[in-house]
């Protein structure tokens, strides 16, 4: 089953705003990836992360690999109405092991 | 050009029908991998690949096989399709090394009915 917790599950973003989604695990991970999906397409990898503690960016985008290796998070800073899809992390225990994926932030645009 | 190709993009089917999913990829990847999506979820993984002799289950693997016929090619197949198989799946290479990354095909959506 599985093993990421992500939250928010849905968020609304006015453009301009910063936006924060997370994602926690009760086991410890070597590598945390985020990744984007636009509708009707495959995930596109946003940023990957391979060390505890490491903070990483591109572009507007910022994820940090958290000390305890069993959470992480993404920032997407003065959003942007293209910032609009499903975001997932996804880690992996060990290398060569699964890629172990949580449920998705779907980020949407206030009406 | 994409570096990991799905085809078909999209397919119509019916209950009982043989049908395959095929993968291609240029990055030189020696590990491949089948995920489905169902609405609303993540991505579950049915079957992976670390090279051309190597078959693994994932998760969710019944009702489904798997054919690596080169380090670039991964087929998946659906035997006798069911309507719960109706899903978007998603192929997927990586390297091997501590630094592994996916990247991912575009997709297939499938519907049985």
């Known amino acids: 089953g599985q093993q990421l917790n992500q939250s928010p599950q849905s968020m609304f973003i006015q453009e301009g705003e910063d936006v924060s989604m997370n994602c926690t695990s009760s086991s410890i991970f070597n590598t945390w990836l985020w990744y984007k999906q636009d509708p009707g397409e495959g995930p596109v990898l946003l940023i990957a992360l391979y060390k505890a503690g490491e903070l990483t960016s591109n572009g507007r985008l910022t994820a940090q690999f958290g000390i305890t290796r069993k959470d992480s998070f993404l920032n997407i800073s003065a959003s942007i109405p293209s910032d609009v899809g499903i975001y997932f992390c996804?880690?992996?225990?060990?290398?060569?092991?699964?890629?172990?994926f949580g449920g998705g932030t779907r980020v949407l645009v206030k009406p | 050009d994409a570096d990991v190709t799905q085809t078909p993009r999209n397919r119509i089917t019916k209950t009982g029908k043989r049908i395959m999913l095929e993968c291609s990829q240029t990055k030189g990847h020696d590990r491949m991998y089948w995920y489905r999506q169902d609405p609303g979820l993540g991505l579950r993984l049915i079957y992976y690949s670390f090279d051309v002799k190597d078959i693994n289950k994932g998760e969710i693997s019944d009702g489904y096989s798997v054919s690596r016929q080169a380090q670039a090619k991964f087929s998946l197949s659906l035997e006798s399709a069911i309507p719960n198989q109706t899903a978007l799946y998603f192929c997927a290479t990586s390297t091997s090394g501590v630094q592994e990354t996916q990247y991912f095909g575009p997709g297939t959506r499938l519907l049985v009915l």
């Open positions: 996804a880690g992996i225990k060990a290398a060569g092991n699964k890629l172990t």
